[in-house]
């Protein structure tokens, strides 16, 4: 569970001052490079991973009464998100998972073309970075997070080309499913058993890169703005 609460939790690092030359670094990429990770993003997706989160630290003090409100935003999201242009088929054997975040033991693959969703991204710093530009990817995170796609593009002037991005990806169906258990177990009042389903779902997810997503679902891309 360490890299799904690693990649929603609000980051440790202050942004420190852009230095003068900033502005030049990497035009190109910041007007073309961030704008196109983003677009990938589902906000819907975003918002139902916050709300699962949620749930799940209320459910693991045992209050299953104060978990629902959070368990009905995160289906009412989900449900929009699957709606949005977003999504895309692909077989999980096709996916590469991100470097520095492989499954975990718990995940089981889903068989067969199954549609994915993007539910949450991190900007990734290169070792090489100064340290306010690993400030900076730590803000832009944070940032990116509470849906600040803005202020983390701005924000993210000051690191250029030298981050990745990678997406966290949902297998909606079973995703979906794992939710809807945890909420009739939580209505049941049976914290450990929804507990165990949104550890389920949450498990689920895989993490790739965003210029894999970009090849594997390029007509998804096409009217990304440059």
């Known amino acids: 569970m360490k890299i799904f609460f690693s990649l929603m939790a609000s980051a440790a690092l202050t942004f420190s001052t852009i230095p ?73 054997s096709d996916l590469h ?27 990734i710093a290169s070792e090489t970075l100064a340290p306010e530009q690993k400030a900076a990817v730590a803000s832009a995170n944070t940032q990116l997070k509470n849906g600040d796609t803005d202020g983390a593009t701005q924000t993210m002037k000051v690191v250029g080309q030298n981050a990745d991005f990678i997406l966290a ?29 949104l550890d389920e779902a949450l498990n689920s997810i895989v993490f790739v890169s965003e210029d894999f997503v970009t090849s594997i679902a390029p007509n998804k891309t096409s009217s990304t703005p440059k």
């Open 20 to 92: 003068a030359h900033a502005s030049s670094l990497h035009k190109d990429w910041e007007s073309f490079k961030a704008h196109r990770a983003f677009h990938h993003l589902s906000a819907d997706g975003q918002h139902t991973m916050t709300d699962l989160l949620k749930a799940r630290q209320i459910l693991a003090t045992g209050q299953t009464d104060a978990a629902i409100p959070a368990l009905y935003d995160a289906q009412k999201r989900l449900v929009a998100a699957a709606k949005a242009s977003q999504k895309f088929q692909a077989a999980e």
């Open 97 to 123: 998972t991100a470097p520095g975040h492989p499954l975990p033991p718990e995940h089981h693959p889903v068989m067969g073309q199954v549609d994915w969703l993007p539910v949450g991204g991190e900007f």
């Open 169 to 197: 990806l949902a297998p909606i169906s079973p995703f979906q499913g794992a939710i809807n258990r945890a909420t009739v177990f939580t209505e049941g009042r049976h914290p450990q058993e929804a507990l165990e389903a």
